[in-house]
């Protein structure tokens, strides 16, 4: 007789991977220590699904029949606007009907507040929502919701964090829109695994992929961010649902940014700007005043310039710091907001074209704010930064500097010029130094611009 052996096995926490023994390092995202072992899912056939469940899903809609291309009305997925301007411009215009949005961020961050208002706007006597919490007792939603002004009848809340109650209720709200707070704490009794793991993320989010699209329900899921920055399960939740948000902040400051890094129905480039208060998350139309609300003045090292998130152009502060370095260790290169190889590019050009010589220096770069930037139309203005920390010269307030920089310290032309020049100019700026050639025909204020194209040209423009 040969008896099943009861094989135990060995998953990563972080991606999923599977492994038959214990590992140190994950293969599959090279993370360390974070393998842990699983009992096998004995549970039903197909190691997943009881046929109650599928049943109980299934019983949600129509299931889907093979259609011929040709047949399919090509009308756009219809999108519900939730009156949050922030949230519908990362969403990509409004809420998608069926489809499935991951939203993750730190825990504190105003995931959860942030969800409540968007179903408070989407609820209306013709369409009831329901917030499903496995985190919050009905009494603690109710003082948060009185502390934000929410009072809406047709916004529903359940206490719970079974998948079959989630489901047996939602069978009979029939809500036009789901949050669930959060996939860690949802579970399936089908999964011998603790709520929270793998296995566990897997199969809930599966099964509310398909209420989903079978009812045409568009359902939120809220899951933590874990300390590397990784929702857990990432790679898992990631490709099941259609838009993956996640938000986040530099936690020294009260706004909020809510970014999108998969968006099966947008793009994936426009960013929302939030500022946390005591009456919940309040959109900020006009993201440049605030970072730049609290910029020194006159003082050497820092500058702005203008970046362009999606569609929309913010300007931001940028700070250098060149100081002298330990003698004999390794001089640092720190920087925050910004790609550190850019960075170091950037140090490694001036060294070359201006022959500074930074060999003894640490120097740091920040974009102030807690705003990441990755378009190289920034790397005129880092060069900018750390001459004048270098120099210890202050540039202008009123200075603005554009332009991308290549190897041979040219300086190149950036993308959506005007729409830059047109921020920087509300908001005051009266010297924008911007790359030659760049200017079109319909350029306006032309006098409060200066065209250069090498880095001696900043370098004698920059200070006066
Ligand atoms: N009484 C209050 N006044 C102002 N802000 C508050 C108050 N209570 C909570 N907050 C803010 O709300 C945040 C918690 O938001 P929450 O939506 O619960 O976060 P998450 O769901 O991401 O963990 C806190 O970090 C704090 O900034
Ligand atoms: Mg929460």
Request: proline fraction near 5%; glycine fraction near 8%; charge should be neutral.
């Amino acid at each position: 007789m040969t008896a099943k052996k009861n094989k135990t096995s060995f998953f990563c926490t972080s991606c999923g991977y599977q492994s038959a023994k214990w590992l140190g390092k994950c293969p599959g995202c090279n993370e360390w220590d974070c393998m842990q072992e699983a009992l096998p899912d004995t549970s039903s056939a197909d190691g997943y699904e009881t046929p109650q469940m599928i049943a109980a899903i299934t019983e949600l809609g129509k299931t889907a029949q093979p259609v011929p291309l040709n047949a399919i009305n090509e009308s756009e997925q219809p999108r519900q606007s939730t009156k949050i301007s922030e949230f519908d411009r990362v969403l990509g215009g409004g809420v998608v009907s069926g489809s499935v949005v991951l939203v993750g961020g730190d825990p504190g961050i105003g995931k959860s507040t942030l969800l409540l208002q968007v179903l408070d706007q989407l609820s209306t006597p013709q369409q009831t929502t329901l917030y499903v919490s496995g985190e919050e007792s009905p009494g603690q939603i109710k003082m948060r919701s009185r502390r934000m002004g929410i009072n809406n009848e047709h916004l529903y809340f359940l206490a719970a964090s079974g998948i079959e109650e989630i489901i047996k209720h939602f069978r009979k709200l029939k809500p036009k829109a789901l949050v669930i707070d959060s996939i860690q704490t949802c579970h399936s009794p089908e999964i011998k695994s603790p709520p929270g793991s793998t296995s566990q993320i897997r199969q809930t989010a599966a099964h509310l992929v398909k209420i989903a699209k079978l009812t045409d329900t568009p359902i939120f899921i809220i899951g933590h961010v874990t300390k590397d920055g990784a929702i857990a399960g990432p790679k898992l939740l990631e490709h099941m649902v259609d838009t993956v948000l996640y938000f986040e902040s530099d936690t020294q400051y009260p706004f909020r940014i809510l970014r999108a890094v998969k968006n099966r129905f947008g793009s994936t480039n426009e960013i929302g700007v939030f500022e946390m208060t005591g009456s919940g998350l309040v959109g900020v139309d006009s993201p440049s005043s605030i970072f730049l609300s609290e910029r020194p003045q006159n003082l050497a090292g820092s500058l702005v310039s203008a970046t362009i998130e999606g569609s929309r152009p913010i300007l931001t502060e940028i700070q250098a710091l060149v100081s002298t370095a330990v003698s004999g260790g390794i001089p640092r290169r720190t920087t925050l907001g910004i790609d550190r190889n850019r960075a170091t590019l950037m140090i490694a050009i001036i060294e070359k074209r201006l022959r500074l010589n930074f060999s003894n220096k640490d120097i740091f770069l920040n974009i102030v704010g807690g705003l990441k930037v990755v378009e190289p139309a920034i790397d005129l203005a880092l060069i900018a930064a750390i001459l004048s920390s270098h120099l210890d010269q202050v540039i202008p307030t009123t200075t603005l500097v554009i332009g991308e920089v290549g190897l041979t310290g040219e300086v190149r032309r950036v993308n959506m010029l005007e729409q830059r020049l047109s921020e920087a100019l509300k908001f005051g700026f009266k010297k924008i130094i911007v790359p030659q050639g760049n200017l079109s025909s319909e350029t306006t204020n032309k006098s409060s611009l200066k065209e250069i194209s090498t880095l001696q040209e900043l370098a004698s423009k920059l200070f006066s």
